[in-house]
């Protein structure tokens, strides 16, 4: 079983639609959550992240964390053709471990969002 | 700010030779990089840390012979892929952190190599 689990989609949705993206997780020692959009060929850019249960909100963005289901989910508000990439969710467990700094990557999920 | 640059943004080479690959941090000054792969429709697959003058720490599975890193300076990681095959076909990003955190951690724009 993978560690971080996440549906590779394709997904896609009209312009103006609310995209959710989900991801899963089996190691609790995971305490950081991240969410990265990732363009054709292009390094991963951060969107959203997390250390805490509950959500949080940066624009059109919203990241909820529920870690008593191992859940974690990124919403979409007013989807845009300009929106249209892959979604990666990242992990990392907390400080002191030796997996600390290292992230741990979701499959991706590849949005499209037509006009 | 936070920019991270990776040198060259695609490389064509012979099955056998190697390929040096290089990640700046611009702005700042990185005592963290991390160095990942990335095959087609799949996920990041972290390949190795590297702390600026020690030796890198390789994950499971990973080669060190075969993937050297070097740690230079605050701003300058090496990734060279030795002997390289066509199974090493892939594209291969870096990130740069300050500290060994993630929430501080930039990624640069992938460099995508093709072994013939």
């Known amino acids: 079983q993978k560690e971080v689990e996440q549906d590779p989609g394709p997904l896609s949705v009209p312009e103006g639609a609310i995209v959710s993206l989900n991801c899963t997780y089996s190691n609790s020692a995971f305490q950081y959550f991240m969410w990265y959009r990732q363009y054709s060929r292009k390094g991963p850019e951060l969107l959203m992240y997390?250390?805490?249960?509950g959500n949080k909100e940066d624009g059109r963005f919203t990241a909820q964390v529920d870690k008593s289901s191992k859940y974690i989910s990124l919403f979409i508000r007013d989807s845009q053709p300009s929106d249209s990439a892959t979604y990666l969710c990242a992990m990392s467990a907390t400080a002191g471990g030796t997996s600390y700094g290292k992230l741990t990557f979701g499959q991706g999920t590849i949005l499209t969002v037509h006009p | 700010g936070a920019v991270v640059s990776q040198h060259p943004s695609w490389v064509i080479c012979k099955s056998g030779t190697s390929v040096k690959i290089e990640c700046r941090s611009l702005?700042?000054?990185?005592?963290?990089m991390f160095w990942y792969r990335q095959f087609p429709k799949q996920s990041l697959m972290l390949m190795a840390t590297?702390?600026?003058?020690?030796?890198?720490?390789?994950e499971q599975g990973v080669e060190k012979d075969k993937f050297l890193i070097n740690h230079a300076s605050l701003t300058l990681s090496t990734l060279t892929v030795t002997s390289a095959h066509p199974e090493d076909s892939s594209f291969y990003i870096c990130?740069?952190?300050?500290?060994?955190?993630?929430?501080?951690?930039?990624f640069g724009p992938g460099t995508r190599l093709t072994v013939l």
């Open positions: 702005d700042f000054q990185a005592t963290t």
């Open positions: 990130s740069a952190s300050l500290v060994a955190r993630t929430d501080t951690q930039y």
């Open positions: 997390t250390y805490s249960s």
């Open positions: 590297s702390n600026e003058g020690s030796k890198a720490t390789y």
